[in-house]
C-alpha cells in the first residue's frame, strides 16, 4: 500500500501530508449526507452496524466497501428511509436519494421508455414532458436507440443502463447504488465504470456506491471508506487521486492496500 501517497486513516482524522486534498473539491462543499453514531440491530439478534460515522459531501462519489454481510446493504436502507436505525442520527436531503439495486427490476412489459417514464411519472411529471424527459435520460446513458426496446431484448449492461436512468429520472440529489454492477461479466462492467463516471460528472449527483470489489471502489470512488464485519463500522478510509484513475501502477499499489487492510478486517471478525 502506498503509505506515502494515500494512507488509510481513521475516520475522521485529518489528512496526512500525502493525502492533501485540493481547496473547492467536493469535500469542501455542503455535506449531503450525515451519520453521527449509527447503530441497527433486528430484534434481540447481535448489532448488525455500531457507531457509524461519516459525512458525504454534495456532488461526492463515496465507494463504501467491505466484505459479504458487513451491513453495506442495511447502511445503504437506513440513509434511503428504508429502514431505521436503532441508536444514532443521520441527516439526509429532504426530498431522500435515489435507489439502484444489484437487480434492474425492470418491469417486462414497459418499453426501456416506459420503464423511466414511470418514475417519472410518480412524481407527478405530465405525459408529454415525462415522454420527452425519458428520452433524454436515456440519452444521457447512450440508450436513446433502445427506448422501445423491452427488457427482454436488452443485455444485462443495458438493462442496468435503463435502471440506472430511471433513478436519475426520480431527480434526487443523492444516489445510492447497491452492488450494481455485481453480476455483470468484466468487460460490461468496465464500460458501465466508464458510463457512470460520465454521467456523475455530467448531473453532479452525489452518489454513495456500495461493493465488495476493492478495484472497482478505487475506479469509481473519490473516496473509499471500509466497513468492518459485523457489526459494521467505518475502520478506515482513503482519498483516490486523479492519479489513482490514471495510472495504472498507482491504482494496482492502492488496490493492494485496501485490500490487505479488508482482509485483515475479515481475519479479525473470522
Do not use: Y
Not at 132 to 153: C, F, I, Q
Request: hydrophobic fraction near 40%; glycine fraction near 10%; proline fraction near 4%.
Amino acid at each position: 500500500m502506498t503509505q506515502t501517497l494515500t494512507p488509510a486513516r481513521e475516520p475522521g482524522s485529518a489528512p496526512g501530508a500525502g493525502e492533501r486534498r485540493k481547496e473547492g473539491g467536493p469535500r469542501d462543499s455542503a455535506p449531503a449526507v450525515v451519520l453521527e453514531n449509527l447503530g441497527k440491530r433486528f430484534g434481540a439478534g447481535p448489532a448488525v452496524l455500531e457507531n457509524v460515522s461519516a459525512t458525504v459531501a454534495q456532488g461526492e462519489f463515496v465507494a463504501l466497501l467491505g466484505a459479504s454481510g458487513c451491513g453495506k446493504s442495511t447502511l445503504l436502507n437506513i440513509i434511503a428511509g428504508l429502514d431505521v436505525p436503532t441508536s444514532g442520527a443521520l441527516e439526509v436531503p429532504s426530498d431522500g436519494a435515489a435507489f439502484m439495486f444489484q437487480d434492474s427490476s425492470l418491469f417486462p412489459w414497459l418499453s426501456a421508455a416506459g420503464n423511466v417514464e414511470l418514475a417519472l411519472k410518480l412524481r407527478g411529471v405530465g405525459r408529454a414532458e415525462r415522454t420527452v424527459r425519458a428520452r433524454e435520460l436515456l440519452e444521457l446513458v447512450n440508450l436513446g436507440h433502445a427506448a422501445d426496446k423491452r427488457p427482454h431484448e436488452l443485455s444485462g449492461g443495458m438493462r442496468q443502463r435503463v435502471a440506472l436512468a430511471r433513478s436519475l429520472a426520480q431527480d434526487r440529489a443523492v444516489l445510492l447504488m447497491d452492488e450494481p454492477f455485481a453480476a455483470l461479466d468484466a468487460i460490461t462492467r468496465e464500460l458501465l465504470h466508464n458510463e457512470l463516471e460520465r454521467v456523475w460528472r455530467e448531473t453532479g449527483r452525489t452518489i454513495i456506491f456500495v461493493t465488495h470489489n476493492v478495484r472497482e471502489a478505487v475506479r469509481l470512488g473519490q473516496r473509499v471508506l471500509l466497513l468492518s464485519s459485523r457489526p459494521g463500522t467505518v475502520v478506515a478510509e482513503w482519498d483516490v487521486s486523479d492519479e489513482h484513475r490514471t495510472n495504472a501502477g498507482a491504482a494496482g499499489e492502492l488496490t493492494a492496500g485496501i485490500t490487505a487492510r479488508l482482509r485483515e478486517e475479515i481475519r479479525r471478525h473470522a
